[in-house]
């Protein structure tokens, strides 16, 4: 069987059972052998992002930046925390990756706290093979505060995060001669330490 037939026979699979195929149910299904996925793709998960699906599940390890990410994309779509169960019908992922990682639910929130994670965009192109999938990082800064998640990619971005102390922050940046576009990341930090120092 060619890695497109296999790759073929994956997706058939993925869209009649409504999930990513196991290695059983590929096996079962399709015909296709532990072997093939081995030797064409290294495995299954790497035949499954061949194929264009996203690996998922208590067999895949999720990237910690992958599990918050698509928890703050849950909470600013709602415009506050979710609960577990507003999470899982709206996320893509079960509640399992937090609570392994740290312990319960409600530590998540602190997890996410003025934190910088690189993310991967994804282009794709279609060949012969199937559709391919290229990655490009990049740092993504978000600041948790007042019980909103916000993205900040810009000096402006975060003084509208901090708005009601816009003035102020606007001076410290000009007196600490702080360079956003130098050094975006130790700006970033700066400011938003000071903030907490004069609201608290």
Known sequence: MSKA????AIRSCARKLKHNPTRRELRLTARVSEEALHKH???LKGAL????LRPSGSGFRQQESTVLLDWARVARKLGKIPTVTEYESRGG???MPFHSRYGSWTKVPGA???FARKQKIVSQKTSSEGTEFSYKEFDAYFIYYNGKIDKVSSE??????FKKRKNELRKFINTNKLRFKKD???AIIKTAQYFD???N
Request: net charge negative.
């Open 5 to 8: 037939e296999i790759l073929q």
């Open 41 to 43: 793709f290294g495995g």
């Open 49 to 52: 992002e061949k194929a264009g």
């Open 93 to 95: 992922f079960s509640d």
């Open 112 to 114: 996410f706290q003025q």
């Open 156 to 161: 402006k971005s975060l003084l509208n995060v």
């Open 184 to 186: 975006f990341e130790e």
């Open 197 to 199: 120092e004069i609201e």
